[in-house]
């Protein structure tokens, strides 16, 4: 990979992917942990880190199958714990954040087999609030991911803008979204197609979503959050931000 031609595409679009950056053996590996893992949040079924897909069906309740997010995940696993702060992520991220990249957590988030959920558009820094916006999103693609399976879909070039006004959005998992779109034209939206083993890195401000999965695979990303060590959060905007969350939707802060 030639980092320079990297790290410019990320400037330049807010995302960028890193093509077969997990090599076979080291992938299965992470899926058998992961799913390990899921498996025993599943039973736990711990409210703000564990959803499933149908919260109001108790029946699906302890179904891997149905669970929807688990966030934390590096908290139940030495092993993701130490892929978190490995260099293969942490080299990568460090180019792109022009800094020294602090771990913040690992988030878990599968699209069921012909799942109609979505998460709106929005930006991550809506909930994470640091300042300057110096964090990304390393995603891992567990299963390959086509148009039609939910895939992250961003708007190139919308990490430039400040943060946009967020309201609740009603999705377990996804507590906020986007009130208006800025201009498409300007931002178009980029579908990111991936294949196992890929990731797709994403700066906090970019405004993205991810759609239907309309297959009959499940579509399982895990997510590597950071921030750059120069990068502050706002205490106050994450207080009011719990604060408004109590009584909506949870949210991938949990
Ligand atoms: O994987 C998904 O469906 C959502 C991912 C996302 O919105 C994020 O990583 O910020």
């Keep these: 990979m030639n980092i320079a031609v990297f790290s410019e595409e990320y400037r330049t679009s807010g995302f960028v992917v890193a093509r077969g950056l997990f090599e076979a053996d080291l992938l299965r590996n992470i899926t058998a942990e992961v799913e390990q893992v899921v498996h025993d949040a599943a039973a736990t079924a711990e409210h703000g880190r564990v959803y499933f897909d149908d919260e109001a069906a108790p029946d699906t309740r302890q179904a891997v199958s149905a669970?929807?997010?688990?966030?934390?995940?590096?908290?139940?696993?030495?092993?993701?714990?130490?892929?978190?702060?490995?260099p293969l992520i942490l080299d990568l991220a460090r180019s792109l954040l022009d800094?020294?990249?602090?771990?913040?957590?690992?988030?878990?988030i599968d699209k069921p087999p012909r799942t109609t959920y979505e998460f709106p558009y929005h930006q991550d820094n809506a909930y994470m609030f640091y300042d300057p916006?110096?964090?990304?999103?390393?995603?891992?693609?567990?299963?390959?991911?086509?148009?039609?399976?939910?895939p992250i879909?961003?708007?190139?070039?919308?990490?430039?803008l400040d943060i946009l006004q967020h309201?609740?959005?009603?999705?377990?998992?996804?507590?906020?979204?986007?009130?208006?779109?800025?201009?498409?034209?300007t931002y178009p939206e980029a579908v990111v197609e991936m294949d196992v083993g890929d990731m797709l890195f994403h700066h906090a401000n970019v405004i993205h979503r991810t759609g239907p999965n309309r297959t009959n695979s499940h579509r399982r990303n895990l997510g590597f959050i950071y921030h750059g060590i120069g990068a502050k959060q706002d205490a106050q905007a994450i207080a009011d931000y719990k604060r408004d969350l109590a009584g909506s939707a949870p949210s991938k802060s949990n």
């Design 167 to 185: 309201a609740p959005s009603g999705v377990q998992g996804a507590s906020r979204g986007l009130v208006e779109l800025p201009d498409t034209a």
């Design 153 to 160: 879909a961003c708007l190139r070039g919308s990490h430039v």
């Design 99 to 108: 800094d020294e990249p602090v771990a913040d957590g690992i988030q878990y």
């Design 133 to 150: 916006p110096r964090a990304l999103v390393a995603t891992l693609a567990l299963d390959a991911q086509r148009a039609t399976g939910g």
């Design 67 to 86: 669970v929807r997010c688990v966030f934390r995940i590096q908290e139940q696993s030495v092993f993701l714990r130490e892929l978190l702060h490995s």
